[in-house]
C-alpha cells in the first residue's frame, strides 16, 4: 500500500470526526473533589488498579434532545486495568432520577445499602457500568427484578479522558424535560465477582483489602458507596460536609443497620 | 447430608488442614460462617492444526503442555472465605487442572499403570487433579502502627508493573509471600512492605539454583532456591486531590551454595547467583484542571558476576560470555548492568473542545533496565498499542514447516492472537493464554513518545494513535568489538523481537539500528436501526525499519563464512561482500478493521468481523540470517528462524458472542483465516541491494533457511472457542 492511500484514510477520518454535530448543553451538576469517602471516613482498596481519584465525582452533565448523553466525570484519568474494552474498568455509576418528587421508589438498588428520601423518591435509575449490557441485564433480572422495569442499562458505556458516557433515549426514560429533573449520582466500583446480594458492585469493610474498601463496616449496616452529589450540586468545598452528613449510618451490634444513609436528590 | 452440613463439615476440615480453626467459643461474636464460591468453567476448542494438546497455548513451553486446537474440557474452581475472628481472616482456592482433560479421556480412567506421561490415571495433565492454588491469612491486629499483615499466596497487585508486578503463571496466586500493610496521618500516608518468594524459574537460564556437586539437575531443581526472595517496600503520599506520589524500592537476591566451601561442619556459605535492585520515584499532579500530569521514574541496578565466574548453571557450565551461547535462554541477563527507565503522561482531558481528549506519553526504558518481579503478562505499562496481536510468533513456516514442528506449528497457529498486544519489562510469558487473550511483548529498550486524541460527538466515537518508537537498544555490537560483547544479554528463541517472524521476549540484538513508527484510527458508530447496530472501522500502519549492520567493519562479525544453513546449495557470503545496506530490514504492517454488533436478544449479543493484515517485508538479501543463528533453529526441529522476505496476506472472518443469564456467561470466537505469502528476493549488486528476479524456469532460491521455492503459497487457519463460566 502506498503512502497516499494512507493519507487518504487519515483525511476520511478527520473528514468524518469534523462532520459531527456539536452537542447543546443540557444541564450539570458539579462536586467537590476529594470528597471520595463516602461518609468521611472510606479509603480505597489496596491493590494499584484503584488510583487516586478514580472514585472521586467530579461533575454530571446531561444532554438534551431525544437521546441525551449522560456523562459522568471524575478526578482521575480512566483506565482499563481488567481489559473491558469500553475505556474504563474500576468505575460503576449509578443515576438515580426523580422525575416526579413525591413519587417513586425510596429504597435503592442491592448491595448500595443506601435509601432515599420521600420527597427525592427517584423513578428511574441509569445504570453506566464497563461490564457488557447483558450481564448487567441478567444481573437486574436476578437481583432487583422488582424493580426492573425502571432499570435503565444504556447499550453501549464508553470512557474517554476522565469521563465516562452513556446516551439513553428519552422513551426509556418515559420522556420530559431532562433539565427539569432532579439527579443523585452513586459513585460504586465495578466488581465482576460481586456477593449474593449486590448488583455487580463492590462492598466497604471495616479494613480495606486488595479489592474493597475500608473504613465502613462488616456488616451491611453501611452504605456502600465512596461519592455522592451534594448540597446544591455546585462543587463548593462545604458540599464534602453535606455528603458526609447525609451519608451517615448507624450500625447495631449484630451488624443490623440501625439508621441507614438516606440520600437526596438535587435539582437546578 | 443437607447442603448446609456438608459445607459446614468441609469447612471445619480446611480449617483445620490450614490450622486455623477457631477454639471452641473463641471469637463468636465476630467470627462469620466459612463461606464458598466458585465457578465451573468448560472449554471448547475445535481448528484445523488438530493437536490434542493442553486446551490453551504453550508457544514456548514444555512440550505436551499446551499448543492443542481440539476437545473439550471442565474445570472446577473452589474458594472460600471466612472471617474467623475480628483480627483474622482467611482464605483460598483449589482448583482443577485444565491441560488435556478431554471429556473422551474419562478422567485417564483405563489407563491405571504409574505412567505420568500417557495421559492415564497417574498422569496429572490427563486425570482431573484437583490442587490447592493459594490460601491466605490476613491478620489485622488493630495496632497504630500496623493496619494488617497477610500470609501466604498473592498476586502482589498493590505494587507495581516496573518492580514487583502482578504475578500470574497459570494462576494469579501461585506466588507467596508475606505482605505487611499501615498507615499514617489519617491515611493519606500509606505503606506496603513484602518478602516475595522468587519463583525457581525466575533466575538465570530459568533456574534460581546452582549446581553444588557439578551433576547436571532438572530443570528448576538446583540446589537451593527456596528461600530466593524478593524485599519489595513503598510508601505513598497523598495529602489531597490534587497530587499523590509514592516511593518504591525492592531488593531480589538468588543465593546459591557455594561450592568452593568444601568444610562443611561450621555450615554452608552461599553465593549471590544475582541480585537486583530497583528504586523508583512516581508522581501525578491533576491542580491544573486542563492537563494532568503523572510519571515515574526507575532506577535498577543488577549483578550477576558470578554467572560467568565459573558459577556452573543449567548446563553445568559457567556463561560462556557467547552471544546465543549457553546462557541464550533466560529471562534476565547473565552479566551485571545497571540503567534508568522513565516515563512522563501529558493528559488533556478537554482539548479545545468538549469531548476531545489527548493524551500523550514520553517514555525512555533503559537497554539494561532489569527488574526481575516486574509483570511479564496482563500489564501494559506503555499508552501505545503496540504492534499486531495477529503477527506475534507467526512465521510463514511454509518452507519447514510440518506437523513434528513443535515450537512453529503447535504455537498460536497462523492466525496469531486476536487480542491487544500489552507492553511488559519483564520476560514476557503468552504460554497458557487462548488465542483471544491479549498478548504480552518485551519492551525493554524502547523510546520516544505516543500521542493518543480521542473524540466522541453525536453517534460517533474517534480514537487514534501516533507513536514514534527509537531504541536505546540500537548498538554495533552493544558497544563492543563483536557480537560476543552482547554475550550477556539473553536471546530466547526468536533471535530479536521483530514482531512478525521475532519473538515477543528478545528485545536484544547484536546488530541494530532500529525505529518504528505506528499510525492508528478507529472509528465507531452507533446506527439507531432496531437495538443498534454498533459499527467500527479501524486502520493501522506500522513502519518497522531496522538497518541492522551499520558500520562496514562489523560485517564479518555478524555474517561470517560459517553461518549454518538449511541449504545444501547456497554459498556463503561471508561479509556480505562489504555491502552494509543489504542487512537492512523493512517491514511495512496495514491492517483494516471492519466489524458489526448487534444485540439480537436482551442476553445475547453478536459482532461479525472483518480483518485485512499485510506485510511488505524485506528482511535482508538472500545472505542475510540473523546474526548468531544457529542451525537447528532453521530446521523442523524448531522453525524458529524463517525465510520472511515478501508480501503475506492474512484475511480474517470472525464472529464472536456473548450470552449471559444470571449466574452463567458463554462466550466464543469463531476464527476463519485466509492469505498467502509470495516470498520475493533480494541480492547485493556492486555493494547495493537489488531485486533478484530467479532465472526463468528456476524453481527455488538457495538461502541459509534452505532453498526457497519461488511461488507464492496460501494458507488457511480455522479455529473455534466456546467456553461457558457458571459462578456460584
Redesign the interface.
Known amino acids: 500500500?502506498n503512502n497516499k492511500a494512507?493519507f487518504s484514510?487519515?483525511a476520511l477520518?478527520v473528514g468524518?470526526?469534523l462532520a459531527?454535530?456539536?452537542?447543546a448543553a443540557g444541564v450539570k451538576f458539579a462536586d467537590p473533589?476529594?470528597d471520595?469517602k463516602g461518609p468521611g471516613s472510606y479509603?480505597y482498596p489496596?491493590?494499584?488498579?484503584y488510583?487516586?481519584?478514580s472514585f472521586?465525582l467530579v461533575a454530571l452533565e446531561v444532554g438534551d434532545g431525544d437521546?441525551p448523553d449522560f456523562k459522568v466525570t471524575f478526578?482521575?484519568?480512566l483506565a482499563d486495568?481488567w481489559?473491558m474494552g469500553v475505556g474504563f474498568a474500576t468505575q460503576m455509576v449509578f443515576i438515580f432520577i426523580d422525575k416526579e418528587p413525591g413519587k417513586g421508589h425510596t429504597k435503592s438498588l442491592p448491595g448500595l445499602n443506601v435509601e432515599f428520601a420521600p420527597d427525592s423518591a427517584w423513578d428511574k435509575v441509569i445504570i453506566l457500568s464497563p461490564q457488557?449490557?447483558?450481564?448487567v441485564?441478567?444481573?437486574v433480572?436476578?437481583?432487583a427484578a422488582d424493580i426492573a422495569a425502571d432499570i435503565v442499562i444504556p447499550?453501549?458505556t464508553?470512557g474517554?479522558?476522565?469521563?465516562i458516557?452513556a446516551?439513553v433515549k428519552l422513551d426509556e426514560l418515559g420522556g420530559g424535560d431532562p433539565a427539569t429533573w432532579g439527579y443523585q449520582v452513586v459513585v460504586q466500583s465495578n466488581e465482576g465477582?460481586p456477593d449474593k446480594s449486590d448488583l455487580l458492585s463492590r462492598k466497604v469493610n471495616e479494613?480495606?483489602?486488595?479489592h474493597r474498601f475500608g473504613?465502613g463496616n462488616?456488616s451491611d449496616c453501611d452504605p456502600h458507596v465512596m461519592d455522592v452529589l451534594a448540597g446544591k450540586g455546585a462543587g463548593t468545598p462545604d458540599e464534602a460536609q453535606a455528603q458526609y452528613d447525609m451519608l451517615k449510618y448507624e450500625c447495631g451490634a449484630d451488624g443490623s443497620s440501625v439508621k441507614r444513609a438516606t440520600l437526596s436528590v438535587i435539582r437546578k | 447430608m443437607t447442603m448446609h452440613l456438608r459445607n459446614a463439615t468441609l469447612a471445619a476440615a480446611v480449617a483445620a488442614v490450614l490450622g486455623l480453626a477457631p477454639q471452641a467459643g473463641h471469637a463468636e461474636d465476630s467470627a462469620s460462617p466459612l463461606k464458598w464460591y466458585g465457578s465451573i468453567y468448560a472449554k471448547f476448542l475445535d481448528g484445523n492444526k488438530r493437536y490434542e494438546e493442553g486446551l490453551y497455548n504453550a508457544v514456548d513451553g514444555v512440550d505436551a503442555e499446551g499448543g492443542g486446537d481440539q476437545g473439550q474440557g471442565i474445570e472446577l474452581e473452589l474458594m472460600f472465605s471466612a472471617q474467623v475472628s475480628k483480627q483474622v481472616e482467611i482464605g483460598g482456592r483449589i482448583h482443577s487442572r485444565f491441560n488435556k482433560n478431554y471429556w473422551t479421556n474419562y478422567g485417564g480412567f483405563g489407563v491405571p499403570d504409574n505412567n505420568t506421561t500417557n495421559c492415564g490415571e497417574d498422569d496429572p495433565r490427563c486425570n482431573q487433579y484437583i490442587k490447592l492454588r493459594g490460601a491466605w491469612a490476613r491478620i489485622t491486629p488493630g495496632y497504630e502502627w500496623l493496619d494488617s499483615a497477610t500470609i501466604g499466596t498473592n498476586d502482589w497487585g498493590m505494587f507495581d508493573p516496573w518492580t514487583q508486578g502482578k504475578s500470574r503463571y497459570i494462576d494469579r496466586d501461585n506466588l507467596g509471600g508475606v505482605l505487611l500493610q499501615g498507615s499514617a496521618l489519617g491515611k493519606s500516608l500509606r505503606w506496603d512492605l513484602a518478602r516475595v518468594s522468587i519463583p525457581n524459574y525466575l533466575g538465570i537460564q530459568f533456574d534460581t539454583g546452582g549446581n553444588l556437586d557439578g551433576s547436571t539437575r532438572p530443570f528448576g531443581a538446583g540446589d537451593i532456591y527456596a528461600n530466593d526472595a524478593n524485599w519489595v517496600g513503598q510508601v505513598k503520599y497523598q495529602p489531597g486531590p490534587d497530587w499523590n506520589t509514592t516511593l518504591i524500592a525492592m531488593y531480589a537476591k538468588d543465593r546459591s551454595v557455594d561450592e568452593d566451601d568444601d568444610y562443611v561442619l561450621d555450615g554452608q556459605t552461599t553465593k549471590t547467583a544475582f541480585d537486583n535492585t530497583v528504586v523508583g520515584l512516581k508522581g501525578q499532579y491533576s491542580g491544573l484542571g486542563w492537563m494532568d500530569l503523572s510519571g515515574a521514574f526507575y532506577y535498577s541496578d543488577f549483578n550477576a558476576e558470578n554467572a560467568t565466574a565459573g558459577w556452573n548453571f543449567f548446563d553445568n557450565a559457567p556463561c560462556d560470555g557467547q552471544w546465543a551461547g549457553n546462557c541464550q535462554f533466560s529471562p534476565i541477563p547473565s552479566s551485571s548492568m545497571d540503567d534508568t527507565a522513565f516515563y512522563i503522561n501529558f493528559n488533556f482531558n478537554r482539548l479545545f473542545i468538549d469531548g476531545l481528549s489527548l493524551s500523550a506519553q514520553v517514555f525512555d526504558i533503559g537497554s539494561d533496565y532489569v527488574s526481575v518481579m516486574a509483570t511479564r503478562r496482563e500489564a501494559d505499562v506503555l499508552l501505545t498499542e503496540g504492534q499486531e496481536a495477529t503477527w506475534m510468533w507467526g512465521r510463514p513456516d511454509y518452507n519447514i514447516g510440518n506437523r513434528n514442528n513443535r515450537p512453529a506449528m503447535k504455537g498460536v497457529g497462523w492466525g496469531g492472537w486476536n487480542g491487544e498486544v500489552q507492553q511488559v519489562v519483564g520476560s514476557a510469558d503468552n504460554d497458557f493464554t487462548d488465542f483471544d487473550e491479549p498478548v504480552a511483548y518485551q519492551v525493554t529498550g524502547w523510546k520516544g513518545v505516543t500521542l493518543v486524541p480521542k473524540y466522541n460527538v453525536g453517534d460517533w466515537e474517534f480514537a487514534a494513535e501516533y507513536s514514534y518508537i527509537d531504541f536505546n537498544t540500537n548498538w554495533q555490537a552493544c558497544g563492543g568489538a563483536g557480537k560476543n560483547d552482547c554475550g550477556g544479554y539473553y536471546t530466547n528463541e526468536g533471535m530479536h523481537a521483530w514482531g512478525y517472524g521475532g519473538d515477543y521476549r528478545s528485545p536484544y540484538a547484536p546488530y541494530q539500528d532500529r525505529l518504528m513508527q505506528i499510525f492508528a484510527l478507529r472509528a465507531m458508530y452507533t446506527l439507531d436501526v432496531g437495538n443498534g447496530l454498533d459499527l467500527m472501522a479501524r486502520y493501522k500502519y506500522i513502519s518497522d525499519e531496522d538497518d541492522r549492520v551499520t558500520d562496514a567493519k562489523f560485517l564479518n562479525d555478524a555474517y561470517p563464512l560459517s553461518i549454518p544453513s538449511a541449504s545444501a546449495t547456497w554459498i556463503p557470503n561471508p561479509g556480505l561482500n562489504g555491502c552494509v545496506e543489504c542487512d537492512d530490514r523493512q517491514a511495512d504492517y496495514d491492517t483494516y478493521g471492519f466489524s458489526v454488533g448487534y444485540q439480537l436478544h436482551p442476553d445475547l449479543y453478536t459482532k461479525l468481523i472483518y480483518e485485512l493484515h499485510q506485510v511488505e517485508l524485506i528482511d535482508g538479501t538472500i545472505d542475510v540470517a540473523p546474526v548468531g543463528v544457529k542451525d537447528y533453529m532453521m530446521t523442523n526441529a524448531s522453525g524458529w528462524a524463517n525465510y520472511l522476505t515478501g508480501e503475506t496476506t492474512k484475511n480474517r472472518v470472525a464472529l464472536d458472542f456473548s450470552y449471559f443469564l444470571s449466574g452463567v456467561e458463554f462466550g466464543g470466537t469463531f476464527d476463519y483465516f485466509w492469505g498467502d505469502y509470495e516470498p520475493t528476493f533480494f541480492t547485493d549488486l556492486d555493494g547495493r541491494r537489488v531485486r533478484l528476479v530467479p532465472a526463468p524456469g528456476a524453481t527455488t532460491v538457495a538461502t541459509p533457511f534452505g532453498d526457497i521455492t519461488t511461488g507464492s503459497y496460501d494458507y488457511n487457519h480455522y479455529r473455534m472457542k466456546i467456553y461457558m463460566k457458571v459462578s456460584f
Do not use: Y
Open positions: 500500500m494512507r484514510i487519515c477520518a468524518l470526526a459531527g454535530a456539536a452537542q473533589t476529594g471520595d479509603v489496596t491493590d494499584a488498579v488510583t487516586p481519584g472521586d437521546n478526578n482521575d484519568r486495568p481489559g457488557p449490557q447483558s450481564r441485564g441478567a444481573e433480572k436476578a437481583k447499550r453501549r464508553v474517554t479522558g476522565k469521563t458516557s446516551k465477582f479494613f480495606e483489602g486488595q473504613g462488616d
